[in-house]
């Protein structure tokens, strides 16, 4: 069946390393996100990529940076640079057509980073 | 400068009655706005949306209401049941940015009582 995935759900890593969280979907979907949630606060944008092979910085896109090799698949790299990497990274997806009514994102389970 | 507000970090009924879950927006290019909601551990799930042509979209017991005027936009949900007790975000998109390049609230805690 249809979806998006994120792997894994848990990660833990010592400062100064990088680390790259996985995401993958079948939905057929061109438009693909990244976002940070950190406690009590909303979904920021970290980046954003509407077509195989193009992305865009989001709002908070310092200290991280990502890949579209291929439409399934959307990686982010979490990387030294991220002065406080510690939160819930969240990948989503959309038909991305360019009509509003496409706007609805479809997001992964999660994956909870903590860095030690 | 926050473009989706929830000013309400928290709100509390009691099943049976209504949830009313607010949400302002300053950006007056949005055209296109949604509710997701969320369980701990999870990610979001698409609730019900609504375009800047219409006022109001129902679906079963949810209705957001938009009042383009007072860049206002409301959920309703009635009757509110336990299994509602989620975090709800309110999202907004122009169309004339990238499609699905949504503006996200901070959510709205809501607890049902049983």
């Known amino acids: 069946d249809g979806g998006i995935t994120q792997s894994p759900k848990y990660l833990f890593r010592k400062e100064g390393q990088n680390v790259t969280l996985s995401c993958e979907q079948n939905?057929?979907?061109?438009?693909m996100y990244w976002y940070r949630q950190d406690p009590g606060q909303g979904l920021r944008l970290i980046y954003y990529?509407?077509?195989?092979?193009?992305?865009q910085k989001g709002d908070i896109a310092e200290g991280y940076s990502v890949s579209r090799e291929k439409k399934e698949s959307f990686p982010l790299t979490v990387t030294s640079a991220q002065k406080n990497p510690t939160a819930f990274y969240l990948c989503?997806?959309?038909?991305?057509?360019?009509?509003?009514?496409?706007?609805?994102?479809?997001f992964g389970p999660g994956t909870r980073l903590t860095v030690l | 400068d926050q473009q989706v507000k929830q000013n309400s970090p928290s709100l509390s009924v009691q099943e049976g009655r209504i949830s009313i879950l607010n949400c302002d927006y300053t950006n007056s290019m949005f055209d296109y706005f949604l509710w997701y909601k969320k369980y701990p551990a999870e990610g979001p799930t698409f609730l019900i949306s609504i375009s800047s042509i219409k006022d109001k979209n129902e679906d079963g017991r949810f209705t957001v209401f938009l009042n383009k005027s007072a860049k206002h936009l409301s959920l309703h949900i009635v009757p509110s049941q336990p299994g509602d007790s989620a975090v709800y975000f309110c999202a907004a998109s122009a169309a004339y940015t990238n499609a699905g390049k949504s503006t996200f609230g901070d959510g709205t805690t809501l607890t049902v009582k049983p």
């Open positions: 989503a997806s959309s038909i991305g057509t360019g009509a509003a009514s496409t706007d609805t994102q479809y």
């Open positions: 990529s509407q077509i195989v092979n193009d992305f």
């Open positions: 939905l057929n979907h061109d438009a």
